[in-house]
């Protein structure tokens, strides 16, 4: 992952379990993904997920995340408020809902 995610971001990840590969932050997610197509070649047994550009990825926000999200909040939302890193299951919730706009 890029070297300014937040300790907070890191911290989690490693509390999985996972060996967390710092890049360049310059070169943002490109360089990491750059990275993680390397370390998938060289590693034995890795896997890419590619998160970023596999269509499952928001295909199954919108089958199953958006749905739940809505109907945990009974089809109503005062305010919706979105950050980078949730596009997916922003698209998923949108996807998913009657807006009345004002």
């Known amino acids: 992952m890029p070297g300014n995610m937040s300790k907070e971001r890191i ?12 890049t360049p932050a310059k070169d943002y997610m490109v360089g990491s993904n750059k990275k993680a197509e390397e370390l998938a070649e060289t590693l034995p047994g890795a896997f890419l997920v590619g998160q970023g550009f596999n269509p ?17 909040l009974d089809g109503k939302a005062d305010i919706f408020v979105a950050a980078v890193g949730i596009s997916a299951g922003a698209i998923a919730i949108l996807d998913n809902c009657e807006f009345e706009w004002e």
């Open 56 to 72: 499952n990825n928001p295909a199954m926000h919108i089958k199953t995340t958006g749905p739940e999200i809505w109907r945990d």
């Open 11 to 22: 911290d989690l990840l490693k509390g999985y379990g996972a060996e967390v590969v710092l």
